[in-house]
């Protein structure tokens, strides 16, 4: 174990590259690889970015990583796409996007698919990214697919949620937004070259001061970089305010506890889904239409089920 | 032509006007050749053959949708003879290793009938690196000649007189320092600038979509393109300064809708910038040549030509109100498509070149290139070469079709074909409009997706069976020979990058950094560039230097789609 | 690694040639398969592809090559390779490599050399074959 450490400290890209490979299906004993990076975490900032698919999140990551570079940083990239359901194979397509970065040593990008978690993250990318701050990469950067819903999974992980939003996605926006602001530190808008643009930052704008927080909407255009050396200003400036509220162990804690929530919700999901989909189910519907009992029983009488079922998965290890 | 009783009246008199007014002219310049005239059998020829037994309405609807060979809209050619006067100019495009090899092979092709010259640049060439760059390693002369400098392009011209020959350049992204070359090379013949024919390809939106041999960004690639117009319209006004092409966007995968949509959308894109960059669009409309591919299935092929010329006379005429009719005129290069070609059983290709050649034919092409067998392999062999060329002198001289114009038209088939495809671009043309243009088009990569998308399902299809490419995916032999290759020597690289020091040791320092330094100055304004490359190459900047000094002030692109 | 955990690949094209209709074709029939893929974009140097395939841990790498600089580029990513003691990825090639050049190829450890119009069906079970043995 220390031998990879201490490989990991000099540089040895292969060794990072390897033990990245290394993480097994979630499994309930963990090795002490994990246990020894558990330890090391909450002293880099990990910077989360999501936003709906071809907004420019990678654009922006590849703008990015020139201007930290700039400011002498080592920065670690892990970036994830989405397992396809039918085929299990996944098309990593981010990396692309960020190619000039690839024979700098002090870059280190990781793509990663979701595979089975149908969320926004892999069960990697908390390994990967630990494995990244252990490398001594700092920041780290974290993207991760923007479908929907399950990009606020980033919000238990990352230090800094950063949501990237671009116009030209016609109603479907409102839906995203809603869920989307709500989780963001910082806002950001692509493509501000086009009119577009402008008006979803008014827009974002009005929705946030509805919502009386201070978060502040950044315009960008990240192909050409303009807008993104104000933007990491923003960053780092979030990132002081960070450090002083909250100490370093909290925020290893939090990591933890949001790997913890992510995972048990993942399982209770699926618990509740084998439920619903067996043969308890028509029994009680066909209960609840003779009049035999009330809605709120079956729920509760199901919800026991799935429980027990993950009570007897505790016991039996 | 004897008038024929059966025709409607309103398309008698209409007919004996086009006779009147643009047949007789054109016959008075280049009169038809006497053995265009009849069958192999002997019966004789109608140069155009018309409906007939058809009353005034239908008169009306056949005039306003096709109307006469060299007349409005073009549907049935853009000359009133078409191939009884002149065939297609037969146009192989060649160029590889250094600029000797290709010399011989240009002095060969001329000699052996070819009328025009076409050129291929290698990868650094056309990207703007020396033949010394890192990057050019393994790629110097692999793909087309390499030319660093003015010495390069003087050896490819050698013996090879500019005011005789029409030389058609493919060149992008630096097509404004090959033109400069041009230029120079004419003067040293003793050629002034006004009498050099030619066109330079110079379709950087293609680049952008299909090809990926860019450098600079869209907006300083623009202004490089409409300095180069503005340039030619003043000095060389029998240059053809674009070549729009949708040759490379068919090659990618695009359907034919898409090839003329999206082509003629970038034509759409290319006229705004000369307007705006204070050109008449009846100065340099009548320059503007496209290039199209032809593809095997012929029916689609013909009907796409016809529809092409159409739809981009109305936009012409309509759109931006151009009053030359030869403004309106879509001539076009045809290039039969090399991704039919097969590695495999390659002699079949030799058949799908002949069906293609006849598509672009009947499809009208003003010039033709041919594609060799062995073309899915490497450059092609001289044998290759020469039977690709026989191909077109055999449709030319053997099949007839060139006796009369436009002969498929009033099939069913064509005109149903031709009016689909010709709605079928136009509402992508709408469909690009509505986004801004080609330019913001192509940053939202809605043309490359369009053309993922159909490359994708083609693709698949031949995977599933659903469309049987013979001798791949079925016919296909358990052992296949190999042809002969033709392959690059080391040598001829070695070659190249000896001459490039060479030059650079004997040519003036100062005269270089001088203009080079006015240059890079320049493209920080807004000036004309035109002018100072032509400067910097006459005192032997390479094509990197020159490049370099751009790629300082414009930066470069980077793709950010997959 | 778990023997479901998909296989990675690198699809790198290295090379000035900006053509990719067919590697843009190869990486979806490749994700349609099961395998996580990872896609350069055009005019990759040897080293990006290189050190890309080392930091992704990549399984294989597909190299397409269609401006005739095969043999050249080829040797130098294998060379490269070599240097930095990578030894169990399976490399494939893929592009306008005439017959003749093949054994060439093949000596420098390149499985597979596949021509223009290979069926993608082809490619996959070269792909399944090399992958299996090694296991």
């Known amino acids: 174990m220390n031998e990879l450490v201490d490989k990991l400290r000099q540089g040895n890209r292969r060794a990072l590259a390897r033990a990245m490979s290394s993480v097994g299906e979630t499994g309930h004993a963990e090795s002490s690889l994990e246990v020894c990076l558990r330890e090391s975490t909450g002293q880099v900032p990990w910077w989360g970015f999501t936003g709906p698919p071809g907004v420019g999140k990678s654009t922006l990551l590849d703008a990015l990583l020139v201007d930290l570079r700039e400011h002498g940083r080592r920065v670690g990239v892990v970036a994830v796409d989405p397992t396809s ?78 949501v990237v939003l671009g116009p030209g996605y016609g109603d479907d926006i409102q839906l995203v937004k809603a869920g989307l602001l709500e989780i963001a530190d910082v806002v950001v808008v692509n493509k501000c070259d086009l009119p577009e643009a402008q008006r979803l930052v008014g827009e974002v704008r009005e929705e946030l001061a509805a919502t009386a927080r201070e978060i502040e909407v950044v315009a960008i255009e990240a192909k050409s970089g303009a807008g993104v050396p104000e933007l990491l200003q923003r960053l780092f400036e979030l990132d002081r305010v960070r450090r002083t509220e909250t100490a370093e162990a909290s925020r290893g804690r939090r990591r933890v506890l949001g790997e913890i929530r992510r995972r048990a919700e993942f399982s209770c999901r699926g618990a509740l889904g084998r439920v619903l989909s067996g043969p308890e189910v028509e029994q009680w519907i066909a209960k609840l239409n003779r009049g035999e009992c009330s809605l709120e029983t079956v729920i509760s009488r199901l919800v026991a089920l799935a429980l027990a079922e993950l009570q007897q998965e505790a016991d039996d290890e | 032509m004897e008038a024929r009783s059966k025709m409607a009246e309103s398309l008698q008199k209409r007919f004996e006007q086009w006779k009147a007014r643009t047949l007789e002219p054109a016959i008075a310049k280049v009169p038809e050749c006497a053995d265009r005239t009849a069958t192999v059998s002997g019966v004789p020829t109608e140069r155009l053959y018309l409906p007939e037994g058809h009353g005034n309405e239908a008169a009306e609807a056949y005039l306003a949708a096709q109307g006469f060979p060299g007349e409005y809209p073009f549907t049935r050619g853009v000359q009133p003879t078409m191939y009884r006067s002149r065939f297609w100019t037969m146009r192989q495009y060649a160029g590889f290793g250094d600029a000797e090899e290709t010399n011989e092979r240009y002095r060969f092709l001329l000699d052996h009938g070819q009328t025009g010259l076409s050129v291929a640049f290698d990868l650094p060439t056309q990207i703007g690196y020396d033949s010394d760059h890192a990057l050019a390693t393994g790629e110097v002369g692999k793909v087309g000649v390499a030319i660093d400098t003015l010495a390069d392009m003087e050896i490819l011209f050698d013996s090879i007189p500019l005011e005789k020959v029409s030389t058609s350049m493919t060149i992008n992204s630096p097509a404004s320092v090959l033109l400069a070359m041009y230029i120079a090379v004419g003067e040293k013949q003793g050629v002034e600038a006004g009498r050099l024919t030619g066109t330079i390809q110079n379709d950087m939106l293609k680049e952008y979509i299909a090809r990926g041999t860019y450098i600079f960004p869209p907006g300083p690639s623009l202004r490089l393109t409409t300095n180069i117009f503005a340039y030619a319209a003043e000095h060389l006004p029998r240059f053809n300064t674009i070549s729009v092409s949708g040759y490379h966007i068919r090659e990618a995968g695009s359907t034919a809708a898409q090839e003329v949509g999206f082509t003629l959308a970038d034509g759409i894109a290319y006229i705004d910038a000369a307007l705006s960059a204070g050109l008449d669009v009846d100065q340099f409309a009548p320059r503007m040549s496209f290039f199209f591919g032809a593809m095997t299935d012929l029916l689609e092929e013909v009907a796409k030509f016809r529809a092409a010329r159409r739809l981009w006379a109305r936009i012409v005429k309509e759109r931006f109100g151009a009053k030359d009719p030869r403004s309106w005129m879509l001539r076009f290069h045809t290039q039969t498509c090399g991704a039919t070609l097969t590695a495999r059983q390659v002699d079949n290709n030799v058949v799908r070149v002949a069906i293609q050649a006849l598509a672009a034919v009947l499809g009208g092409t003003q010039s033709l290139h041919t594609n060799s067998r062995d073309e899915a392999l490497g450059l092609p062999t001289e044998q290759a070469v020469q039977l690709a060329l026989r191909t077109q002198q055999l449709i030319a001289h053997e099949s007839g079709v060139a006796h009369t114009v436009d002969p498929l038209a009033g099939s069913y088939c064509i005109e149903k074909l031709t009016d689909q495809v010709e709605a079928e671009a136009a509402a992508y043309i709408e469909k690009i409009e509505e986004m801004g243009g080609m330019v913001r088009a192509i940053e939202r990569h809605y043309p490359q997706n369009e053309i993922e998308r159909s490359s994708y399902r083609y693709q698949q299809q031949i995977e599933r069976e659903e469309r049987i490419i013979v001798g791949v995916n079925r016919y296909a032999a358990e052992v296949d020979t190999q042809p002969e290759i033709l392959t690059v020597s080391a040598a001829a690289t070695r070659r190249q990058i000896d001459r490039l020091s060479q030059v650079r040791r004997r040519r003036d320092e100062s005269a270089v950094s001088r203009t080079l330094t006015t240059l890079e100055a320049a493209a920080r304004g807004d000036t004309n560039l035109m002018p100072l490359i032509v400067d910097a190459v006459r005192a032997y900047a390479s094509v990197g230097e020159i490049c370099d000094a751009l790629r300082r002030v414009f930066g470069e692109y980077e793709e950010h789609t997959m | 690694m778990n023997a479901h955990t998909p296989k990675r690949i690198l699809i790198g094209k290295v090379g000035l040639d900006g053509h990719d209709r067919g590697a843009k074709f190869l990486i979806r029939a490749l994700r349609d398969a099961g395998y996580e893929v990872i896609y350069t974009g055009i005019r990759r140097t040897p080293e990006q592809i290189v050190r890309t395939a080392i930091d992704e841990d990549v399984d294989v790498i597909g190299l397409s090559l269609l401006s005739g600089a095969h043999n050249e580029l080829a040797a130098r990513v294998a060379e490269l390779l070599k240097e930095e003691g990578v030894e169990d990825v399976v490399l494939l090639a893929g592009g306008t490599i005439p017959e003749k050049d093949v054994p060439h190829l093949e000596a420098l450890g390149f499985r597979h050399v596949f021509t223009p119009g290979a069926p993608v069906s082809e490619i996959l079970s070269a792909l399944e074959q090399e992958l299996s043995s090694r296991e």
């Open chain 1, 85 to 162: 359901a039918r085929s299990g194979g996944a098309l990593l397509g981010d990396r692309v996007r960020m190619m000039r970065h690839a024979v700098d040593d002090d870059v280190f990008i990781r793509s990663l698919a979701t595979h089975r978690n149908h969320g926004g993250l892999s069960d990697a990318t908390l390994h990967c990214a630990r494995l990244l701050e252990l490398a001594g990469y700092d920041p780290v950067l974290i993207e991760t697919v923007g479908a929907g819903q399950n990009e606020v999974e980033i919000r238990s992980v990352a230090d800094l949620c950063i």
